[in-house]
């Protein structure tokens, strides 16, 4: 089989940790080609990153050899009868050109280096390399590609899917990721757009350097930005997009390049007006402005560059990111990974202008600015709200609907005024300290902090006005003003959207409230970017608040949620024609609002594919009885629960029945006892055993305070809670083969040379109280167990992961280094944290509560970065019926779980719809 030049390349890396240590890697693990390994040296080390590669991913996969200060690679060609060629990689393009230099073993080695970059050959032996030239000062932008004759038969295609790559085989998504939205015509624009100069060549290896980032973009990230502008273009009345691309896709970085694009687009517009004679249209330039070969990207002069788009429909003005607080950190590191202080580039004309300043709004009334950002105060980002004079003789008339309480937003306000007889207006002036240093700025705020900036409850007395209102046949009334809500950004990034759902949130009306105060002074609306890969979690109603903002022309916003409506309510009749009509119909509601591809999805021609950041995890699913003796407990506690919901008299939706056991006695504990039937006998024991309310963190607090660990329920009944339950045992077997570098129940997976680490999600604190202090106490000389759950604020969260981290890297199984186990919730752990790469064993205790949980938790480990195959230990609790619930209703068989209710013991007797 013909193989690719690259398959046999063995490289080492210097490890900037050890000192003297050197770590032998193959690419032969890149690509389905067994037979194409000629040489394998036993303590190679496999790269699974997928089976294609570029200079980011191996610089990423061996990043904890090389540490923060490596470069570059040495390759090193093993020819048996000759020996070995050595080549030196220091960048992307360097990669490319070693890639197409395929050894001929007989012939004299010859090969001119002719700039720094260049691949450097060096071999003891003979090996012949075609001689190659190249400019001595080479393009800014570097945009790579993989002659496509060079490679093997299987490298001619990015992953293919797998049944565990496509997460949402049916519904919105498997619609949108199945889409090919690059192909034909397209694959031609978006090669002029980004200034690449052969379309033909251009396929998933491609990329293309992003000016004042220190990354560079995948094609795949360049198709959204492509599409974005393409669309904004057509649809003028599109005040945001729902970028709903797979778990590790790298929505954040595609974030970061569209902000920078705008002050690009910014930085164009203000040298066209200056120096319009260096806009110029030539023949030699490819009928193209001149300027656009010095910024890499279509010039803002030319017909439907995305610059010109970007500079149109987003205002001049900040950017505010809104996420909740584990996650805004995140921001805060990758802003300092991905974007450069100033511009850079000899030739680059914009050299030394800042790109991206940078401010994390961490207390109420101040910012810290990130990197090499100035010092900007939170008040001078504020815009200051122009009150008419009112008082009690002179009240303004406001129409009957306005708000009944006392206490309005200027917001409200500012509606009230307007709509009222009179139509007084509300205006506001920018702060007297904003300067364009504010306009290059990213405002990182958590999401809880805005939601109490955006409520007038929250705001202090001092920005609180009296203001005095009348309507119609009734006395003047004073009404208090908040003076809230008063950020005036151009750009509004909601990450972790999933999270803002529901028109009725605080945040949600502030947000609502701010777009229709700039459309009542006819100015410029705000941009808004939704980031999830797991949108809609209960149901499709959970996009409202996105289609509301996103969708502002008058009837669309009614028409695309009773389409979403409609496919909810036919939820329970998959296959029926009804179904399959309502679905479509949803999909055309978002189709030109929402890009969502994953690793599978197409794109381009010639049926090429996104590839995959990192395959799935293998799992290996291990089913668990309920323990004989504790069958009769459980079962009096559902038939409590089952009498509770009769005497409510109410019916049960199985896709919403959280609702109902909210207010039933005893399904608290029959839910959490489901997949640790333990709890079940501890509190039957023990009434005030710890399960719920916050108790389960204190008592994990008592266990790790070696004075007050006797006081630890959890500790005191340790065996009660995990007697006869094989599953206990189990999980410590995995934990324990994990210490010595081996998979369980993989026998013949390669035995690591170092531990490997676990990540272990369960749905609730108290089953991760139980996993924590029984692996504690039983594989404490094998690993460093961690638990993380609330009393742990989410900034601790995430700098202890950090710490967990850098401590994983250099532990080595023969110096007897430990294993790190890292216990947490789905909802803590398994949304936005990207430091879990260090962890390449997931442990699954029980059902998640919703499935795109189990899909976000999956992705903190296959993800970027991440250096070794992947596996899902899913503990699988068999005889619960409050597990099969979940597991029915997650594994989206609505309408067979009906069918199946009426035979579980918890529902006998009750009234499904």
Known sequence: MQGHPLDNFIFTVGSTNRQGHSRLHTLSEFLTLPDSIVTRHQDAKPIPVGRRYTFGRLRDAVKAELGDAGKGFEFVVPNVAQGEARFKVHDQASLSRTGGQKPKPGKAHRHTCSSKSEAQGGPTTGIYIPETTEPDDPPWQVHTTTPREDRGKAAAEAVIATEDDDEDTDGILGFLRRKNLIKGDKVRALAWTFNIDNADTMDMDTTWKVPGMLSEATIAQCAFVYELGRRLREETSMQGIYNADGVGCGKTFTTFMLLVLRRLASLTSQ??????????????????????????????????????????????????????????????????????????????????????????????TSLRP?????????????????????????????????????????????????????????????????????????????????????????????????????????????????????????????????EYKGKDSKISKALLGLWRRKERLKQAVPFAVFLSATPAIKDLSDLEMA????????????????????????????????YIDAIRAACRAVDTWMISRAGYSPMLDQERRISALHPPPETITKAFDTPQELRRALGETIDKVRGGIVEHNVRVDPAAFEHVMMSVKGADLMLKAGSVPGLQACVTADSNFPYSMGRVEEDIQAYNDVRRRGDSAYFQKLDLLTRNDPMFVAMANIV??????????????????????????TQHPCNAAAAYIYLRENCGRRADVVCLLSDTKPAARAEKLGELRRSSQGRRVDKGDKSIVVITTFRLGGFGLNDFVFCNLMIQLGEPQKQAGLIQAIGRVARRGQTKKTFRF????????????????????????????????????????
């Open 547 to 578: 289609s509301s903002i996103i969708n502002r022309q008058k009837g669309h916003h009614a028409k695309v949620m009773a389409a979403l409506r409609l496919a909810d309510r036919h939820s329970n009749e998959r296959n029926s024609p009804s």
């Open 736 to 761: 324990s083969q994990a210490s010595q570098g081996k998979v369980a129940s993989k026998p013949h997976h390669q035995v690591s040379s170092s531990p490997l680490h676990v990540i272990l999600f």
């Open 271 to 364: 040298h066209l007006k200056e120096h319009p004679d260096q806009h110029i249209w030539s023949v030699e330039n490819g009928g193209r402005c001149a300027f656009t070969q010095s910024i890499g990207i279509q010039c803002v002069c030319e017909k439907n560059s995305i610059l010109e788009v970007l500079l149109n429909r987003l205002p001049e003005s900040y950017s505010v990111v809104t996420a909740p607080i584990a996650v805004a950190s995140v921001w805060e590191d990758h802003y300092v990974d991905f974007i450069e202080p100033v511009f850079t580039g000899a030739n680059f004309p914009f050299r030394g202008e800042p790109v991206l300043y940078a401010y994390n709004w961490h207390d109420k």
């Open 874 to 913: 899913y503990l699988k609790r068999e005889g619960s019926e409050s597990e099969e619930l979940l597991r029915i209703r997650n594994e989206r068989r609505t309408g067979v779980c009906h069918e199946q209710l009426g035979q579980m013991r918890l529902f006998q007797g009750l009234t499904l719809h």
């Open 370 to 498: 990130l990197g090499q950002s100035p010092r900007l105060s939170l008040a001078s980002f504020m815009v200051e709200p122009i009150l008419p004079r009112m008082s009690k003789s002179n009240a303004r008339r406001v129409h009957e609907d306005v708000p009944a309480r006392s206490r309005w937003t200027v917001d409200e306000l500012g509606e009230a005024l307007e709509n009222g007889p009179n139509a007084t207006q509300v205006s506001f002036q920018p702060h007297h300290a904003f300067t364009p240093q504010h306009s290059m700025s990213l405002v990182i705020v958590g999401r809880e902090r805005l939601s109490l900036y955006a409520s007038s409850t929250g705001t202090p007395d001092s920005d609180v006005v009296e203001c005095w209102v009348k309507t119609a046949g009734k006395p003047p009334r004073a009404v208090k003003v908040a003076k809230c809500f008063l950020i005036d950004p151009s750009v509004i990034i909601c990450d972790e959207a999933q």
